[in-house]
Antibody
Framework: EVQLVESGGHLVQPGGSLRLSCAAS????????MHWVRQVPGKGLVWVSA????????NYADSVKGRFTISRDNAKNTLYLQMNSLRAEDTAVYYC?????????WGQGTLVTVSS | EIVLTQSPATLSLSPGERATVSCRAS??????LAWYQQKPGQVPRLLIY???NRATGIPARFSGSGSGTDFTLTISSLEPEDFAVYYC?????????FGGGTKVEIK
């Protein structure tokens, strides 16, 4: 059974840093692009970042470019999102997703709140 | 950035009726468009990928059509569990983008 389990979300002050993790199981992790998608509660879905299966290439939304870094450890079947210089507008639920011509699996999400 | 515009924002229908949701792209996305369903308090679920392919386990009442800039998600006969928010998403160009969502509510 495919599972994606995010962790690391919590309350952080503006300007602070946070690292999200997503533990994957039930599939060959290194064979898939992985993405992060976020959603402000009650609002729409926003794509954040993507990484190739081997980790050699990454892409970012303009709103997070230069502040967020996506990475993966295929030996540990884990996806990461390092979030620096956090802003209030980064407050959202962050989902880890598997890309397979669409996001066929989603984690349950982890809430990041940026507030003083 | 490719902008996806969904219409209508809200669709009020009764069970058994047909639902049609539109997604228009600001430039061609070929067939690289997906549809998701999200119910309150739940994670989004992939319904349709590459414009017209139903994802695993998705009932046949859900169908997708279109290519280029105009796409449609159709629910042939609404079941009670289909009342939810629906999003389109393109994967043709970076950055990937989602539509703003269409809420299908019970009339």
């Amino acid at each position: 059974e495919v599972q994606l389990v995010e962790s690391g979300g919590h309350l952080v002050q503006p300007g602070g840093s946070l690292r999200l993790s997503c533990a994957a199981s039930g599939f060959t992790f290194s064979s898939y692009w992985m993405h992060w998608v976020r959603q402000v509660p009650g609002k729409g879905l926003v794509w954040v970042s993507a990484i190739t299966g081997d980790g050699s290439s990454t892409n970012y939304a303009d709103s997070v470019k230069g502040r967020f870094t996506i990475s993966r450890d295929n030996a540990k079947n884990t996806l990461y999102l390092q979030m620096n210089s956090l802003r209030a507008e980064d407050t959202a639920v962050y989902y880890c997703t598997r890309a397979n011509s669409g996001y066929d699996y989603w984690g349950q999400g982890t809430l990041v709140t940026v507030s003083s | 950035e490719i902008v996806l515009t969904q219409s209508p924002a809200t669709l009020s229908l009764s069970p058994g009726e047909r639902a049609t949701v539109s997604c228009r792209a600001s430039q061609s996305v070929s067939s690289y468009l997906a549809w998701y369903q999200q119910k309150p308090g739940q994670v989004p679920r992939l319904l349709i990928y590459d414009a017209s392919n139903r994802a695993t386990g998705i009932p046949a009442r859900f169908s997708g059509s279109g290519s280029g800039t105009d796409f449609t998600l159709t629910i042939s006969s609404l079941e009670p569990e289909d009342f939810a928010v629906y999003y389109c998403q393109q994967r043709s160009n970076w950055p990937l983008t989602f539509g703003g969502g269409t809420k299908v509510e019970i009339k």
